[in-house]
């Protein structure tokens, strides 16, 4: 069955399956991020080795980004799906057997490309079952599901503990349980088109501005995550409290993609990322003049959370909108490509300038991040989209 021969209910059913495994993915993922770093601390790791391994994820993205494709189009919808899912699984399960820190990074860079292939396949196959009318709902609503389980994920390992196998399994089972939508309804997942012309430099060229939206939009979110605590800190407060100022952040972008979502199908894509872009700019200007913990920075982060984190739901509409079927999984590879580099180097580039001027480093960082990228939408974002319907077949 071609995607053009769904019926509404059918493309409804389909999207919701993703939808409810991509909460359970959220949990599992959620969950593994701190179990490792908590294990290895408790080894006594040396910080800038448990860095590094986190690391392995996105450098397995980058690396393995361009044969995404041709191997999603040669397997198809499910067999990717499953075997993305038998590899992160075993990779988590042999982490308490092989406790050595140099197989950890290996197991990490196997699981970054189960992570890859997941992330590629299940954002292609809401694209291609989300229509022009609903896409930008359909997006909010998957990563409301997504941030929701990242957000439920420490607190597993915080009920579970860190010692053993046990926390393992539960990633474990968590992932593989995340399956169980998506098999049921595999009679109304869609084929993935066949990888077609170009290869992923043609990719990039044909929407720059999206891909740069990726980029920006990995760079700003990753660096608020692992500094915000640390400005927290630098603002005099307890570190419970600046932990506390993430919970804020994080809360924003659950409660509001939804929302911005159906905002982006009534305004227009277009309009809502130049909104998201300005919001962004302006919360990053606000934070350094609100200061200290009380109701208003409260308020600003939680806003500041939602349309900081919205700049990645809305661009993943763009490109739904924009590619043809026949391109959309290489360019949904490039977009995640552009996000893993954006997501590695926004953290060191916020914590270098929060060496040199302290706590108001990281609101620098976003505002001029934000800034270039409302500049970038502004004066490519339409452009693009005629050149692309000229250009691709």
Same mark, same amino acid.
């Given at each position: 069955?071609? +995607? *053009?021969?769904?019926?509404?209910?059918?493309?409804?059913?389909?999207?919701?399956? =993703?939808?409810?495994?991509?909460? #359970?993915?959220?949990? %599992?993922?959620?969950?593994?991020?701190?179990?490792?770093?908590?294990?290895?601390?408790?080894?006594?790791?040396?910080?800038?080795?448990?860095?590094?391994?986190?690391?392995?994820?996105?450098?397995?993205?980058?690396?393995?980004?361009?044969?995404?494709?041709?191997?999603?189009?040669?397997?198809?919808?499910?067999?990717?799906?499953?075997? #993305?899912?038998?590899?992160?699984?075993?990779?988590?399960?042999?982490?308490?057997?092989?406790?050595?820190?140099?197989?950890?990074?290996?197991?990490?860079?196997?699981?970054?490309?189960?992570?890859?292939?997941?992330?590629?396949?299940?954002?292609?196959?809401?694209?291609?079952?989300?229509?022009?009318?609903?896409?930008?709902?359909? &997006?909010?609503?998957?990563?409301?599901?997504?941030?929701?389980?990242?957000?439920?994920?420490? @607190?597993?390992?915080?009920?579970?503990?860190?010692?053993?196998?046990?926390?393992?399994?539960? =990633?474990? @089972?968590?992932?593989?349980?995340?399956?169980?939508?998506?098999?049921?309804?595999?009679?109304?997942?869609?084929?993935?088109?066949?990888?077609?012309?170009?290869?992923?430099?043609?990719? @990039?060229?044909?929407?720059?501005?999206?891909?740069?939206?990726?980029?920006?939009?990995?760079?700003?979110?990753?660096?608020?995550? +692992?500094?915000?605590?640390?400005?927290?800190?630098?603002?005099?407060?307890?570190?419970?409290?600046?932990?506390?100022?993430?919970?804020?952040?994080?809360? #924003?972008?659950?409660?509001?993609?939804?929302?911005?979502?159906?905002?982006?199908?009534?305004?227009?894509?277009?309009?809502?990322?130049?909104?998201?872009?300005? %919001?962004?700019?302006?919360?990053?200007?606000?934070?350094?003049?609100?200061?200290?913990?009380?109701?208003?920075?409260?308020?600003?982060?939680?806003?500041? #959370?939602?349309?900081?984190?919205?700049?990645?739901?809305?661009?993943?509409?763009?490109?739904?909108?924009?590619?043809?079927?026949?391109?959309?999984?290489?360019?949904?590879? =490039?977009?995640?490509? &552009?996000? +893993?580099?954006? *997501?590695? *180097?926004?953290?060191?580039?916020?914590?270098?300038? &929060?060496?040199?001027?302290?706590?108001?480093?990281?609101?620098?960082?976003?505002?001029?991040?934000?800034?270039?990228?409302?500049?970038?939408?502004?004066?490519?974002? +339409?452009?693009?989209?005629? !050149? @692309? !319907?000229?250009?691709?077949?």
């Amino acid at each position: 069955m071609t +995607n *053009s021969q769904f019926t509404p209910q059918q493309r409804h059913l389909s999207l919701a399956a =993703v939808i409810a495994g991509a909460l #359970g993915v959220g949990v %599992g993922i959620g969950a593994l991020i701190p179990l490792i770093g908590l294990r290895l601390e408790a080894q006594g790791v040396d910080k800038w080795l448990i860095g590094l391994t986190a690391g392995m994820v996105p450098l397995a993205i980058l690396l393995v980004g361009p044969v995404v494709p041709r191997l999603i189009s040669r397997l198809g919808t499910m067999p990717s799906l499953i075997a #993305g899912m038998i590899l992160f699984d075993g990779t988590v399960l042999l982490f308490p057997l092989l406790d050595w820190l140099a197989v950890w990074m290996v197991l990490r860079f196997l699981s970054g490309i189960a992570v890859a292939v997941h992330w590629v396949v299940t954002e292609t196959w809401m694209n291609l079952m989300a229509t022009d009318r609903n896409r930008g709902r359909v &997006m909010a609503i998957y990563v409301t599901a997504m941030s929701t389980g990242f957000a439920c994920g420490p @607190l597993v390992i915080a009920e579970t503990g860190i010692a053993g196998i046990r926390p393992f399994v539960i =990633v474990a @089972l968590a992932m593989g349980l995340s399956m169980i939508p998506i098999l049921l309804a595999r009679k109304v997942a869609p084929p993935m088109p066949r990888h077609d012309g170009g290869g992923l430099w043609f990719t @990039l060229r044909m929407a720059p501005a999206i891909m740069l939206t990726a980029f920006f939009g990995g760079m700003m979110d990753l660096a608020v995550i +692992n500094m915000l605590p640390l400005y927290g800190l630098a603002l005099g407060v307890e570190e419970r409290t600046a932990g506390y100022l993430l919970t804020a952040f994080i809360a #924003g972008n659950v409660a509001l993609q939804i929302p911005i979502g159906w905002l982006a199908d009534r305004l227009g894509k277009f309009r809502t990322m130049l909104v998201c872009t300005g %919001g962004s700019l302006a919360g990053a200007a606000l934070l350094p003049v609100v200061g200290g913990a009380g109701p208003l920075l409260w308020t600003l982060l939680f806003l500041w #959370g939602g349309v900081l984190f919205a700049i990645y739901t809305v661009a993943l509409g763009l490109l739904g909108d924009r590619f043809p079927p026949a391109h959309l999984a290489a360019a949904n590879t =490039v977009f995640v490509m &552009m996000y +893993n580099i954006g *997501s590695f *180097s926004g953290p060191v580039i916020a914590g270098a300038a &929060m060496d040199l001027w302290s706590r108001d480093g990281m609101a620098a960082t976003i505002g001029t991040a934000a800034a270039l990228l409302f500049a970038v939408t502004l004066w490519r974002g +339409n452009r693009d989209a005629q !050149r @692309l !319907r000229a250009s691709l077949p």
